[in-house]
Structure formats: structure tokens, C-alpha cells
């Protein structure tokens, strides 16, 4: 009993000692110079990592630009404007200002060029390539699982390990996440070729589960709450499926069976549209509901300056626990959120797969055999 | 500027897909060699180490069982084979007894009739010594009686006759 009562001890008091340093940087970071909070910006993707109250740090820009064909790279947005091969504009009044000298000084250190788009002096801007916020969190992510499943892996070296019973909680918590996936969406869902996609299956899983919880963390954000993040993600899963595909999958989507020939011609497109929309939908589910609990958090604590802004400071202390409460609230929400979303977007990704790997059972008017490959390319 | 940022929110950023793709291709092959393939295999073989476990246990048992009902059917076997020797043994002690019974008996009055014989034979002769002697009694007794009216042949005749009147025993 002393020994249960002790673990509930230390574990309160480890949850408030979380709960501070979580709520700590968002609140702090809430009340910039102007005393008012920016969700959006906080949300967003950046191109610098946000360590309020200690500051923040700029990210390495990388610029591809052509008419002259070159890579620029350089340490921080500062130094790419500071060296004067890139600019910043200014918008005022409708109209573009190219800010030199002392007005791009003074505009470094309001930080607004953290928010402008640099533009190359000399030729064109091509691509972007700069080191994002979102991309460090997403690289982080994927160090995390794979520092912890190739230490898992390493469990498994000996052979008498590999028949042994799991031990620990390390083992222990992250097999049963494995046969979570292989039972409970990819075989269920893939069939019985669900082998050939579990290591994808796994690997989507476990990338989205932490990169989820991450958004959780002290001046960490969830990767997946980045729509170009998930939107690659998808793409793996619309390649992973679509390489797989059966020819009993192509002919269903291109030369459906038992309709008339012009209807055929209507249902193609329509199969195909309904094809990129599914994975399109996968996107942005997961983006959407992972944005949507960081825009909310921030909100809620955001009342809170909202209101001292517009009733004083009274108004806002009346406030404060309230929104504290709720965001506590929502927060816990987010940590089902994390799960459940990770689950979704897999459980999915298995059920397309499982679609692309149908095979013919149940048509009997099928058109000749030779007719399917050119269509189907 | 609010505008700006809010669009970046929805605007998918193609420097990130860039290095998202590169960073998830990379994942996808690391983990699917150094982590899912070992991590796979190993919860396959452990799961069917326990099912060859499960199955050769419950083979085991069902030998066990067989063979308990076998040494049962055995040892019911022998029981039985002891009880029917017994009985055979029992009914051939039963069988000598009484042919030795019998055989005992049919000494006794074998014994008996020679006995009875012997005492025929041995009163028969008693009864001619007896007759003899008698005769002779008689013979003498006569003779002393009648010494001198009857001549000894005569006598004898009448005295045979005499005698042939008597009873036999």
C-alpha cells in the first residue's frame, strides 16, 4: 500500500511539474511585444524555433534560383538579408517597398523578417529549400522512432531472446504498438498479404504517433500538423498502394465490369477523381485535427489576453483559471487525438492497400484479358 | 500580415515536401531493414514457438491420457487373467480332491468287499469244521450210545442223513 500511495505521489506531482513546463513557454510566448497572442504564427510553420522566453532561434535558409542556376545557402534569414544577395519587401498602403540599410535593420529586429518571403537580388527564386520548423520536428520524430525500434530490434539479436517472453516496460509497450498494427489493421484490413505492407503500415504509424505527441511537448509542434507533411505522407501511401495494385483493382477503376460501354466512360474519371480524393482526404484529416488542437490550445489561452487587452487586468485574472481548466481539458483530448489519428490515418492507408490487392471473385461479364494492360497503364 | 501567415497554414510547402519525402523514404527503408524486419520475424517465431509450445503440450497430454487408459485396460487385463488362474487353479484343486476323494472311497470298500469276502470264506470253512466236528460228536456220541445194535456203516448213513436234515447254518 505505502508503495502505491508513494508511485500516486510522485506521479502527481510529476504531471504538475509537466504541466508547468508546458504551459510555461505558450504563456510566455503569448504576451509578445504588443501584448497580443498569435496562434496562427505559433501554429504555422517557420523558419525558426521559438525557445521563449529565452528567445528564438533562426533556421539555415536554402534558396535553389535560377537565371544564374545556383544554391545559396546561409545560416539564418538575418545573414541572408544582411548579405544583400537577398531582400525583403515591406508592404504598406498597397504598395511593395524593398527594405535597405536601416529600415531592414529595424525591421530584423521587430523580427519581422521571420515572416517575409527573401527574394533573390539576381535571378529568380525556384524553390524554398530552407530548414523549417516543422521539418526539424519531423526529423526529430523520425530519430525518436528509430532510436527506439532499433533499440527494440536489438532485443530480438539472440535467438533465444526471440522466443523468450517480452521483458520490461520498454519492450513490453512498444511490441504490443507492433501487434496493434499487424493485428489490428493490417491483417484485418490488407488480407493476407498484409506482410508486404506492414513495414510501411508500422512505420507511418509510429512517425505520426510521436510526431502527434511531440505537438504536445514544450516548444516542440507536431510535424503533422503541417499540411505539406501529411500531404507527403499520403503520397507514400497512394505509391506504397497503387504499386500493388492488382489487375483485378486496375480494371474495376478504368473499365468497370457489368455497365454499358458509355457508361464505362462516365464511371473512369469518376473512380479516378474519387481514388485521389480518398488519399487527398487522408491528408488533410490528419493536418486538420492536429493543426486544430494547437489553433485551439493557443486560443483558449489566448482568451485570456484577449480579454485583458479589452476589460483589464481583473477580467483576465477572472478568466485565467478558466481558460487554464479548459485548455487542460482540451489538452488531455489532444493526447487521444494523437492515438486516434495515428490509427485513423493507418488504418486507412491498410484499407486502400487492401483495395488495391482485390482480387476478381465476383464478376462474371469480364472484358477479354487482353484488352486490360494498356488500360490500365 | 495575420493574412500572410494564415495562408502559410494551407499553403503546402514544396521545399518541405522535398525533404519530407526524402526524410520518410529514409525512415521507411531504416526502420523496414534494422527494426520491422528483426522486430517482425522475432514476434512471428515467438508466436509460433508458443503455438508448436501449446500444441505439443496438449499432444503430450493427450499421450498421457492414452497411455493412462491403456495401463488401465492393461492392469484390467491382468486382474483379470489372475482371477481366471486363480479359478482354474481353485477348480483344479477342487477336480484332484475329489478324484482322491473317490479313489480313497473306492479303496475302502474295495477293502471292505475282500473283508466281507474273507469272513465268508472263513465262516464257511468254520461251519464245514463245525459240521465236521459235529458229525463226528454225534458219530462218536452214537456209537457210544448204540454200541453195539448198529454197525458203523449204518451208522454213518443215518447220521449223514440226519445231518442233511439240519439246517444249513
Redesign the interface.
Known amino acids: 500500500m505505502a508503495l502505491i500511495a508513494n508511485i500516486r505521489y510522485r506521479q502527481i506531482v510529476l504531471l504538475l511539474a509537466a504541466g508547468c513546463v508546458f504551459f510555461g513557454p505558450r504563456l510566455a510566448h503569448a504576451a509578445d511585444e504588443k501584448g497580443e497572442l498569435?496562434a496562427?504564427?505559433h501554429?504555422?510553420?517557420g523558419v525558426y524555433l521559438d525557445f521563449a522566453p529565452f528567445g528564438a532561434v533562426e533556421l539555415p535558409r536554402?534558396f535553389l534560383r535560377s537565371d544564374p542556376w545556383g544554391l545559396d545557402v546561409f545560416p539564418s534569414t538575418r545573414s541572408a538579408l544582411l548579405s544583400e544577395r537577398y531582400v525583403m519587401e515591406h508592404e504598406e498602403d498597397g504598395h511593395a517597398e524593398v527594405l535597405h540599410g536601416d529600415a531592414l535593420r529595424d525591421a530584423i529586429d521587430h523580427h519581422?523578417h521571420l515572416?517575409a518571403k527573401p527574394k533573390p537580388v539576381q535571378g529568380t527564386l525556384v524553390?524554398?529549400?530552407?530548414?523549417?520548423r516543422?521539418?526539424v520536428f519531423?526529423?526529430l520524430a523520425?530519430l525518436i522512432?528509430?532510436a527506439i525500434?532499433?533499440g527494440?530490434?536489438r532485443?530480438?539479436?539472440r535467438p533465444e531472446?526471440?522466443?523468450?517472453a517480452p521483458r520490461g516496460i520498454f519492450q513490453n509497450m512498444f511490441?504490443a504498438l507492433?501487434?496493434f498494427v499487424?493485428d489490428e489493421i493490417a491483417k484485418p484490413c490488407v488480407g493476407p498479404r498484409y506482410?508486404e505492407f506492414?513495414?510501411?503500415l508500422?512505420?507511418a504509424f509510429?512517425?505520426i504517433l510521436c510526431a502527434n505527441l511531440m505537438g504536445l511537448a514544450p516548444y516542440l509542434g507536431a510535424a503533422t500538423s503541417?499540411?505539406?507533411?501529411t500531404?507527403?505522407?499520403a503520397?507514400?501511401t497512394f505509391v506504397a498502394g497503387q504499386r500493388k495494385g492488382t489487375k483485378a483493382y486496375w480494371t474495376h477503376l478504368f473499365w468497370p465490369p457489368g455497365v454499358p460501354l458509355p457508361v464505362k466512360f462516365i464511371l473512369a474519371p469518376i473512380e479516378l477523381v474519387s481514388l485521389i480524393a480518398k488519399h487527398f482526404a487522408l491528408a488533410l484529416r490528419l493536418f486538420a485535427n492536429m493543426?486544430s488542437g494547437s489553433l485551439l490550445i493557443l486560443s483558449l489561452i489566448g482568451i485570456i489576453f484577449t480579454i485583458n487587452v479589452l476589460f483589464g487586468s481583473l477580467a483576465a485574472a477572472l478568466v485565467a483559471p478558466v481558460g487554464v481548466a479548459f485548455t487542460l481539458f482540451i489538452t488531455f483530448i489532444k493526447i487521444a487525438v494523437a492515438f486516434i489519428h495515428a490509427f485513423v490515418f493507418t488504418l486507412l492507408s491498410a484499407i486502400f492497400f487492401g483495395m488495391a490487392l482485390e482480387e476478381e471473385e465476383h464478376h462474371e461479364e469480364e472484358t477479354p484479358a487482353e484488352e486490360q494492360p494498356a488500360l490500365a497503364g | 500580415?495575420?493574412i500572410?501567415?494564415?495562408q502559410?497554414?494551407?499553403?503546402?510547402?514544396?521545399?518541405?515536401?522535398?525533404?519530407?519525402?526524402i526524410?520518410?523514404?529514409?525512415?521507411?527503408f531504416?526502420?523496414?531493414k534494422?527494426?520491422?524486419?528483426?522486430?517482425?520475424?522475432?514476434?512471428s517465431?515467438?508466436e509460433e514457438?508458443?503455438d508448436a509450445s501449446l500444441r505439443k503440450a496438449e499432444q503430450a497430454l493427450e499421450e498421457a491420457r492414452q497411455t493412462g487408459a491403456k495401463n488401465e485396460e492393461a492392469r484390467r487385463e491382468a486382474e483379470e487373467n489372475a482371477r481366471r488362474v486363480l479359478q482354474d487353479a481353485r477348480a483344479a484343486a477342487e477336480r484332484v480332491r475329489a478324484e482322491e476323494l473317490e479313489k480313497t472311497r473306492a479303496r475302502i470298500r474295495q477293502m471292505q468287499e475282500q473283508a466281507q469276502a474273507e469272513i465268508e470264506r472263513e465262516k464257511e470253512r468254520a461251519l464245514e469244521e463245525l459240521r465236521d466236528e459235529v458229525a463226528g460228536l454225534a458219530i462218536r456220541t452214537a456209537e457210544q450210545i448204540l454200541e453195539e445194535t448198529l454197525d458203523a456203516d449204518r451208522h454213518r448213513k443215518m447220521v449223514d442223513r440226519f445231518i442233511e436234515q439240519l439246517p444249513r447254518n
Not at chain 2, 502559410?8 to 519525402?21: C, D, H, Q, R, T
Open positions: 498569435d496562427v504564427a501554429t504555422a510553420d536554402i519581422e515572416y524553390l524554398d529549400l530552407s530548414i523549417t516543422h521539418l519531423g526529423v523520425a522512432v528509430v525500434f532499433l527494440l530490434a532485443r530480438y539479436r531472446d526471440r522466443v523468450a511490441e507492433v501487434i499487424r506482410r506492414l513495414p510501411f508500422l512505420t509510429m512517425f503541417n499540411v505539406a507533411v500531404f507527403t505522407l503520397a507514400f493543426m | 500580415m495575420d500572410i501567415v494564415a502559410s497554414l494551407l499553403e503546402p510547402n514544396a521545399g518541405l515536401i522535398f525533404y519530407k519525402v526524410v520518410f523514404a529514409l525512415l521507411l531504416v526502420l523496414g534494422y527494426a520491422w524486419k528483426p522486430i517482425v520475424n522475432a514476434l517465431e515467438r514457438t508458443i
